[in-house]
C-alpha cells in the first residue's frame, strides 16, 4: 500500500464517522490557524496532520508539512500572523499527510529535518523534499533561542517516528506515536516498520520526558494524562492479542475481537494486515 494509502485512510473513517470533536479527533473540516501560545500556532484540517508553526525573529519553523494540495491555503493563513522566511520543517513520519509539503517547502527556503529512517522510507518514492538534516537518536534545533530536542524512541506507528520536546516550555510533539484521542486514533503501518508490539515501550520513552502539554498528530492539545491512557491502551491491545493467539484463535477473530473492545479508530487500521501483529507475537 501507499504511503498515501496510509496517510488518508484514518482520515477517510473519522469524516465519513462524524467523529470530531473542538480538541479531540481530527482537525476541522476546513483549514483553520490558530494561536496557541506566544509566537506558537497550529495549522489543522481534517484531510491531514497538525503542522505547528513556531515564528521567530528568524523565521518560521514547522512541525510536518501536509499534503501538498493544502500548501497554498494553509501558507495564506500563515501569512495572516507573519510574513517571515521558512527556515525549518521537522518531519515526524513519512506518511504523506505529514510530510508531502516537503517540497514545496524547501523550494521556499525550508530546511528539512527527520530520522535517517525516515528519510531512507520516504527516498523510495521521491527525489525532492527529502530531509538534509537527519539522525538516528538525539538531535537539537536552537530556534528563536530555545531549544527543540529531537528524539527517536523505537518502533510504534512505523520505523522513523520521532518526537519534538520544547523543554523550556514543557510540550511534546508526538507525531502519529499519539495522533489522537476522542476517540483514540492509531493506525498500525508495518509496511513502513510499524510495531504494535514495540509501541508500548516507545511510548513509555515519551512519558519519561519531562512535559505537561501533547500535541498530538491529529487532535488538538492535551496532557500528559492523556498520553498515558493511550499506553496504558495499546498494552491491553498488546496483552490481548497474545492470549487469544495463544488460545489458538483465528486472525478474522483477533481482529474482531480488537475492533470491538477498543473500536475501530484505535484498533481497525492495521497495514497490511492482522497476521503482521500475529507474526510479532509467534
Known amino acids: 500500500m501507499t504511503r498515501a494509502f496510509a ?10 464517522s462524524g467523529a470530531a470533536s473542538a480538541q479531540g479527533g481530527f482537525g476541522p473540516q476546513e483549514l483553520e490557524i490558530t494561536p496557541f501560545r506566544d509566537n506558537i500556532y497550529l495549522i489543522r484540517s481534517a484531510a491531514s496532520g497538525n503542522i505547528t508553526a513556531l515564528v521567530a ?8 508539512s501536509k499534503f501538498e494540495r493544502e500548501h497554498d491555503r494553509y501558507m495564506e493563513l500563515l501569512r495572516t500572523v507573519t510574513d517571515k522566511p521558512m527556515r525549518f520543517v521537522i518531519n515526524t513520519h513519512v506518511h504523506g499527510d505529514h510530510s508531502e509539503g516537503n517540497a514545496r517547502l524547501e523550494s521556499a527556503g525550508a530546511t528539512i529535518v527527520a530520522t535517517e529512517s525516515m528519510r ?25 533561542g530555545k531549544p527543540l530536542e529531537l528524539y527517536y524512541f523505537g518502533r510504534g506507528h512505523t520505523d522513523g517516528d520521532l518526537v519534538v520536546l520544547m523543554p523550556e516550555d514543557g510540550i511534546v510533539f508526538t507525531g502519529d506515536l499519539f495522533a489522537g484521542y476522542e476517540p483514540n486514533l492509531r493506525l498500525i503501518d508495518y509496511d513502513n516498520g510499524g510495531s504494535l508490539m514495540e509501541w508500548s515501550r516507545t ?27 493511550y499506553l496504558d491502551e495499546t498494552v491491553r491491545m498488546q496483552n490481548l492479542v497474545r492470549e487469544m493467539h ?14 470491538a473492545e477498543f473500536g475501530r479508530m484505535a484498533a ?11 507474526d510479532e507475537v509467534q
Open 57 to 64: 525573529d528568524e523565521g518560521v519553523l514547522f512541525i510536518d
Open 203 to 229: 511510548l513509555e520513552k515519551i512519558l519519561e520526558l519531562d512535559f505537561d502539554v501533547v500535541i498530538p498528530g491529529h487532535s488538538g492539545p492535551t496532557d500528559r494524562a492523556m498520553l498515558q491512557q
Open 120 to 144: 531512507l522510507r520516504l527516498a523510495e518514492g521521491q527525489s525532492a523534499g527529502l530531509p538534509v538534516i537527519t539522525f538516528d537518536d538525539h538531535a537539537s534545533i536552537w530556534f528563536g
Open 268 to 278: 481497525g487500521f492495521i497495514l497490511p494486515g492482522i497476521q503482521s501483529v500475529i
Open 246 to 259: 495463544g488460545a489458538g484463535r483465528t486472525p478474522a477473530d483477533i481482529q474482531t475481537a480488537l475492533v
Open 7 to 16: 496517510a488518508t485512510l484514518l482520515a477517510t473513517a473519522v469524516i465519513a
